[in-house]
């Protein structure tokens, strides 16, 4: 829709000798007074065509072409113009997007490939609150970008290989350790590697025993290769259990120790082009005019490094996968790694648009997440099971007298409990650190997942009654407009495709829980408003009711692309 309105404007600006019309910029009025939608095209045109903006949008309104589109244009001080859309092709519209399995997201003409990098736990760790950020918002993209017609390739880049696998061997094979949990199991790992630490804190020849132990793993040799295979084992088992209770799903789980084979290759590949050089007995690669900090790429004995291991990764991507983007979702302290990382890329000829995404911190009222190391960690499954419990909670306080079953109710909590979770952190800027509350994770009023999921959830009660009155809604029945509040909604019901394409060119899924919150906003006040299963006239009862339902599929479907269920009960 906004596309159309663009094209009308745009040949109006283009009949006026000297505009130029590549800086139009449509966007919704911010007032309901000041139309549908506005521009200041006439505003950024005044010293370039030497008028006052108030006659150039004059000039900008008369040179509008016919067309069924809009209603009238009104020229407001000091030059805006205001655009009024025409009640029929609203109606036309909308029924467009209920009839589209894609409810008006524009499909790519051709198919592109997008890589998505995200989640990367290392093994033998707990996944811990900090994993949260990577993977829900490269999740989201993911959903966000298949929304719009690509082939997505989710990557989960896992840290399997380095210095502490030689640690936690030594520990496994010499420790005699108890801590009370199972010894197949992630958290008894974990509590060992810590243990290797605090000791070798007191006794520093353990560091050289765990360097032998991480040489004879890279040789392969036994036990240490079979025993790395099984920490790694043990490992995703128990980062499924997770993944599966966030709903994330992987096409691949390539670990660093993948790209092993090809490190030597990337090396000869680096030298071979004079990108990296040898200093002090390293291999190192130096930027042009210095513009970033030296990178090495092999270390003095030989050994390779992360950005080795990820120049290797782009190439063998490149090779196989042939993406139009590679997507890095990490956090903002790895922003100078991957711009050295993208530029020896680029240097060495592989083409495809690397971005990086990077998030911000997740705080607490305390701080910052607390390193592994020292064991002050929060689990990801232990966050989830809070956000689980106190869900339940807080449908005890407001069910009371519900005929809700006992399942049913930690269904509800199971829903809402990681929706919370994953709507607090989605609903704001990936950069921007973010610090998490309970109480406004599960307000259930506001900007928040409870309150969407009760909106959806509304709807589909209002349908169940509508039935029992009136029976089931005729698909010839098609909402139409018949009110301001109606229109204000059906508006923002065709602004789905634009949202969904903002938030793909940004990055920025917080666009997509933007547009549900505005969307069920508008809803909202439409509900308490204007009558619908009341409405004495049957059509006008039967058009509501399919706008209705039409608004909770778009919900429904951007909450989908948020990683976020849905509940019909509620």
């Given at each position: 829709?906004?596309?159309?309105?663009?094209?009308?404007?745009?040949?109006?600006?283009?009949?006026?000798?000297?505009?130029?019309?590549?800086?139009?910029?449509i966007?919704?009025?911010?007032?309901?007074?000041?139309?549908?939608?506005?521009?200041?095209?006439?505003?950024?045109?005044?010293?370039?065509?030497?008028?006052?903006?108030?006659?150039?949008?004059e000039e900008?309104?008369?040179?509008?072409?016919?067309?069924?589109?809009?209603?009238?244009?009104?020229?407001?001080?000091?030059?805006?113009l205001?655009?009024?859309?025409?009640?029929?092709?609203?109606?036309?519209?909308?029924?467009?997007?209920?009839e589209?399995?894609?409810?008006?997201?524009?499909?790519?003409?051709?198919?592109?490939?997008?890589i998505?990098?995200?989640?990367?736990?290392?093994?033998?760790?707990?996944?811990?609150?900090?994993?949260l950020?990577?993977?829900?918002?490269?999740?989201?993209?993911?959903?966000?970008?298949?929304?719009?017609?690509?082939k997505?390739i989710?990557d989960?880049?896992?840290?399997?290989?380095?210095?502490?696998?030689?640690?936690?061997?030594y520990?496994?094979?010499?420790?005699?350790?108890?801590?009370?949990?199972?010894?197949?199991?992630?958290?008894?790992?974990?509590?060992?590697?810590?243990?290797?630490?605090?000791?070798?804190k007191?006794?520093?020849?353990?560091?050289?025993?765990?360097?032998?132990?991480?040489?004879?793993?890279?040789?392969?040799?036994?036990?240490?290769?079979?025993l790395?295979?099984?920490?790694?084992?043990?490992?995703?088992?128990?980062?499924?259990?997770?993944?599966?209770?966030?709903?994330?799903?992987?096409?691949?789980?390539?670990?660093?120790?993948?790209?092993n084979?090809?490190?030597?290759?990337?090396?000869?590949?680096?030298?071979?082009?004079?990108?990296?050089?040898?200093?002090?007995?390293?291999q190192v690669?130096?930027?042009?005019?210095?513009?970033?900090?030296?990178?090495?790429?092999?270390?003095?004995?030989?050994?390779?490094?992360?950005?080795?291991?990820?120049?290797?990764?782009?190439?063998d991507?490149?090779?196989?996968?042939?993406?139009?983007?590679?997507?890095y979702?990490?956090?903002?302290?790895?922003?100078?790694?991957?711009?050295?990382?993208?530029?020896?890329?680029?240097?060495?000829?592989?083409?495809?648009?690397?971005?990086?995404?990077?998030?911000?911190?997740?705080?607490?009222?305390?701080?910052?997440?607390?390193?592994?190391?020292?064991?002050?960690?929060?689990?990801?499954?232990?966050?989830?099971?809070?956000?689980?419990?106190?869900?339940?909670?807080?449908l005890?306080?407001?069910?009371?007298?519900a005929?809700?079953?006992?399942d049913?109710?930690?269904?509800?909590?199971?829903?809402?409990?990681?929706?919370a979770?994953?709507?607090q952190?989605?609903s704001?800027?990936?950069?921007?650190?973010?610090?998490?509350?309970?109480?406004?994770?599960?307000?259930?009023?506001?900007?928040?997942?409870?309150?969407?999921?009760?909106?959806?959830?509304?709807?589909?009660?209002?349908?169940?009654?509508?039935?029992?009155?009136?029976?089931?809604?005729?698909e010839?029945?098609?909402?139409?407009i018949?009110?301001d509040?109606?229109?204000r909604?059906?508006?923002?019901?065709?602004?789905?495709?634009?949202?969904?394409?903002?938030?793909?060119?940004?990055?920025?899924?917080?666009?997509?829980?933007?547009?549900?919150?505005?969307?069920?906003?508008?809803?909202?006040?439409?509900?308490?408003?204007?009558?619908?299963?009341?409405?004495?006239?049957?059509?006008?009862?039967?058009?509501?009711?399919?706008?209705?339902?039409?608004?909770?599929?778009?919900?429904?479907?951007?909450?989908?692309?948020?990683?976020?269920?849905?509940?019909?009960?509620?």
């Amino acid at each position: 829709m906004l596309e159309q309105i663009e094209e009308l404007i745009k040949q109006a600006v283009e009949s006026v000798e000297g505009s130029d019309s590549s800086k139009l910029e449509i966007t919704p009025a911010t007032q309901e007074k000041f139309g549908d939608y506005q521009t200041n095209i006439a505003l950024q045109h005044a010293k370039v065509l030497r008028r006052a903006p108030i006659q150039i949008a004059e000039e900008f309104k008369n040179s509008i072409p016919e067309n069924n589109l809009i209603e009238k244009v009104e020229v407001a001080p000091p030059g805006f113009l205001n655009i009024h859309l025409k009640k029929s092709f609203i109606d036309d519209m909308l029924t467009k997007v209920s009839e589209d399995e894609h409810l008006g997201v524009e499909q790519l003409s051709e198919a592109y490939t997008v890589i998505l990098d995200y989640s990367s736990p290392n093994i033998a760790k707990t996944m811990h609150v900090a994993h949260l950020r990577s993977t829900i918002i490269g999740d989201a993209l993911k959903r966000i970008f298949q929304a719009r017609g690509y082939k997505t390739i989710a990557d989960n880049h896992l840290g399997d290989w380095g210095t502490q696998f030689g640690k936690l061997l030594y520990a496994y094979k010499n420790f005699d350790a108890d801590y009370g949990v199972p010894k197949e199991s992630i958290e008894f790992l974990e509590k060992l590697y810590q243990d290797f630490v605090a000791r070798s804190k007191e006794d520093e020849s353990l560091n050289d025993r765990a360097r032998a132990e991480v040489a004879a793993l890279q040789r392969k040799e036994e036990p240490n290769y079979s025993l790395w295979k099984k920490f790694i084992e043990i490992s995703l088992e128990e980062f499924q259990t997770v993944y599966d209770r966030l709903d994330v799903k992987f096409d691949r789980a390539y670990g660093e120790s993948h790209y092993n084979d090809d490190l030597a290759g990337v090396l000869s590949d680096l030298q071979s082009k004079g990108i990296c050089k040898e200093s002090e007995g390293a291999q190192v690669v130096f930027f042009e005019n210095d513009e970033l900090p030296p990178i090495p790429v092999q270390k003095r004995d030989g050994s390779f490094l992360y950005s080795t291991t990820d120049i290797a990764t782009v190439k063998d991507r490149i090779n196989n996968d042939k993406p139009a983007q590679i997507l890095y979702v990490t956090d903002n302290r790895q922003k100078l790694h991957f711009r050295q990382v993208f530029s020896i890329s680029s240097q060495l000829g592989y083409e495809c648009d690397f971005v990086h995404i990077p998030f911000g911190l997740m705080k607490f009222g305390e701080g910052a997440i607390m390193s592994t190391k020292e064991g002050q960690v929060i689990s990801l499954k232990s966050f989830l099971d809070e956000a689980q419990n106190r869900s339940f909670e807080k449908l005890d306080e407001t069910l009371k007298g519900a005929d809700y079953s006992e399942d049913y109710r930690k269904e509800i909590a199971r829903v809402v409990g990681t929706a919370a979770v994953k709507y607090q952190d989605l609903s704001q800027n990936p950069s921007s650190d973010i610090t998490f509350t309970w109480e406004k994770a599960l307000n259930l009023e506001g900007n928040s997942a409870p309150y969407l999921l009760y909106s959806y959830a509304r709807i589909q009660a209002m349908y169940r009654k509508y039935v029992t009155q009136f029976g089931e809604l005729a698909e010839s029945v098609k909402p139409a407009i018949h009110h301001d509040l109606e229109k204000r909604i059906a508006l923002q019901i065709l602004g789905f495709d634009q949202a969904v394409k903002q938030a793909s060119s940004l990055y920025r899924p917080n666009i997509i829980a933007d547009y549900v919150y505005n969307l069920s906003s508008r809803f909202a006040t439409f509900y308490n408003q204007v009558s619908i299963l009341k409405e004495e006239d049957p059509e006008i009862r039967a058009s509501r009711m399919a706008l209705a339902l039409l608004t909770a599929r778009v919900l429904k479907r951007g909450l989908q692309l948020l990683g976020i269920e849905t509940l019909d009960r509620m």
